[in-house]
DNA sequence: ATTCCGTTTCCGTTGAACGGAAAACCCGGT
DNA sequence: ACCGGGTTTTCCGTTCAACGGAAACGGAAT
């Protein structure tokens, strides 16, 4: 069998298998409460195999259905998800971590994994008083543009980072790198230095700093980064308090009962 | 169809769906990491079913194979399962006021919600000096023994209360209330008072504060509480710090788009 | 070399899953 | 109250995905 895609959604719809999968994936897009028709429409399932499914999985507590008759999801999914060495389980040991970053910036921190050819963001902690940012836990977000992005794509497997900068690079900002050699560079430096910093290149204020978390074996598995508004503080001041930051938590990995490791290949 | 029995998993091992929820189920109980073989025996599902299922789940990365070959949770289950509202939505705009209680306080700050007849716990601050709980995020916990679960308990449907009261009530330590009457009486308090306390009926050294957490309608759907060291601080003397922190989570939650709400039963 | 245990492939059988059709339901409009 | 659009739910005959026993495969330990 050939490697899945990226990210892509397979084809295969003909077992129940990936009719769940899809049905579970019309929340992932846009409102998190959906009506049967709606779920039925995004999964693009037939009516009355949504509404067999759906009622399955609402007796089981995968979906739960409102005051208003709509579907959301359902904590039997979160407390499976729970279980995720890679995201509740990374997110317990550098929680500690993250918030002594916290209180020393009082900035966004945020924690991600590489999945497929994305970041997915598997914490942030957020004061009041932080600069607003684009992502949401659980979420996924291109590489190339974000600091724990680059972190990620610069420690990745080489097809990996063949396959990203194959692709055309999406412009959020008018600083978005979209040269795939300047980014090249850019991904040496961050290898070179042992941080990354993206510069304005998600929204034109924010800018962030980040550094790679390692786990026992000494692969890259995560990274740790701060968002902080444009022109309050030189970015590079800030690289050895997020270094020491993902050290802590890379030490505290090491020790840790369950490996978070990289996925064996397709 | 009669409500659902409190968090049994159904027998109805006929269809996909279900199988594929035992299948899941089995990261429940114990480690993070099992064996093809062991998700088999676990689940209780035929060696080749699993063989399929794993297969199918593997490829969408709802598990994910470490090199070590073991299977564990992947994070397109970690994906999907952020959107629950009831799970890391409530959790979302809950952050900041639980940072704010944990940096007066210092000690865990947890958040929990009631699924079935039992508290799942959706967050928790910790630091590294708070003291030692027996819980996990996306895990399960009798209801009246614990802080948050006396405060949900407290505000359940009559019928919930029966059920809970009714079940023999598992004893933690020698203080742990086990006289359905004596629970009964403390949940009167807990509603008249608008906290509730739980003193060494977990583990024998640490107790909690709670309060409830209110949305637009008016209804409990979870509850904030303090953990900490028996005899450190007298426990009443949190009580308005942890009441003003979950005020602040409702508040939030009314002007929240998505309804966090109870679930229509059955 | 042999055993043991976990994994994977093969394949004939069968019942769960499917989805069209139609009924029931729910609401907002008139 | 009645109608009309949308959504949800039930019904049921067909079919193919799911199933699981058996057997082959792999590799680590003895």
């Known amino acids: 069998m050939p490697p899945t895609k990226g990210g892509a959604v397979g084809r295969d719809?003909?077992?129940?298998t990936g009719k769940l999968f899809m049905l579970l994936s019309a929340f992932r897009s846009g409102r998190a409460e959906l009506t049967l028709s709606e779920i039925a429409h995004r999964s693009g399932l037939?009516?009355?195999?949504?509404?067999r499914l759906v009622g399955e999985l609402t007796e089981r507590g995968v979906l739960e259905r409102g005051s208003d008759r709509r579907y959301r999801v359902g904590l039997a999914?979160?407390?499976?998800?729970?279980?995720?060495?890679?995201g509740p389980g990374l997110r317990e040991v550098a929680l500690p971590y993250m918030e002594d970053l916290y209180e020393f910036t009082r900035e966004n921190v945020q924690l991600g994994v590489r999945a497929d050819d994305e970041v997915v963001f598997v914490e942030r902690l957020a004061g009041r008083a932080s600069v607003g940012v684009r992502t949401r836990i659980g979420g996924r977000f291109p590489m190339p543009p974000t600091g724990v992005g680059l972190v990620l794509l610069a420690h990745a497997p080489p097809e990996v980072r063949q396959r990203v900068l194959a692709a055309p690079l999406h412009r959020f900002t008018s600083r978005t790198l979209t040269d795939p050699e300047r980014v090249r560079r850019v991904l040496a430096d961050v290898r070179r230095d042992g941080f990354a910093v993206s510069d304005r290149q998600v929204t034109s204020d924010a800018l962030s700093v980040a550094a790679p978390v390692f786990d026992?074996?000494?692969?890259?598995v995560a990274a740790l980064s701060v968002v902080l508004r444009f022109g309050s503080v030189r970015p590079s001041s800030l690289a050895p308090a997020v270094r020491m930051a993902?050290?802590?938590i890379s030490r505290a990995l090491t020790s840790a009962p369950d490996s978070i490791g990289e996925t064996v290949a397709g």
């Open 13 to 16: 719809d003909r077992s129940v």
């Open 46 to 51: 037939a009516m009355t195999t949504v509404h």
């Open 77 to 86: 999914l979160f407390e499976i998800a729970a279980l995720a060495p890679r």
């Open 216 to 220: 026992g074996s000494g692969a890259v």
């Open 246 to 248: 993902a050290r802590g």
